[in-house]
């Protein structure tokens, strides 16, 4: 459900329609994990570039979106399409929790 809000937030949904989407969880919530997002986001942005260039020296440029919010999530999902060439086929989330130690929200350090 995270993986889907911050992908949603990403393309430029609002905080309101992000929590419409994500049935079951408060807005409270859901606004929590798009706030954190802004303040981690160019770390997230920065360690999943480096994790997606590690997994696939090849990959070019990690291609920019105008927000740090989309660039983060577009870092997420290049690492996590590397990591599925190297390594057989990955959910991104989940693969996302795991690279980053399930901290990838974490409010007492950057991932």
């Known amino acids: 459900m995270i993986g889907a809000a ?3 937030r990403a ?3 609002s ?3 992000v929590a419409a989407r994500v049935v079951g969880v408060a807005f409270a919530t859901v606004r929590g994990w798009l706030r954190r997002l802004a303040v981690v986001a160019e770390g997230v942005r920065a360690r ?9 020296p090849q990959l070019g440029p990690v291609r920019t979106t ?5 660039d983060a999530v577009e870092a997420i999902g290049q690492a996590a399409r590397a990591a599925a060439l190297r390594l057989g086929p990955v959910d991104a989330w ?3 929790a795991s690279a980053s130690g399930g901290r990838l929200l974490c409010n007492t350090s950057c991932p």
């Open 11 to 13: 393309t430029g949904s």
């Open 94 to 96: 989940q693969f996302a």
């Open 66 to 70: 105008g927000s740090a919010a989309g």
């Open 48 to 56: 999943f570039t480096v994790l997606a260039h590690d997994l696939d």
């Open 15 to 17: 905080i309101a329609k």
């Open 6 to 8: 911050l992908t949603a």
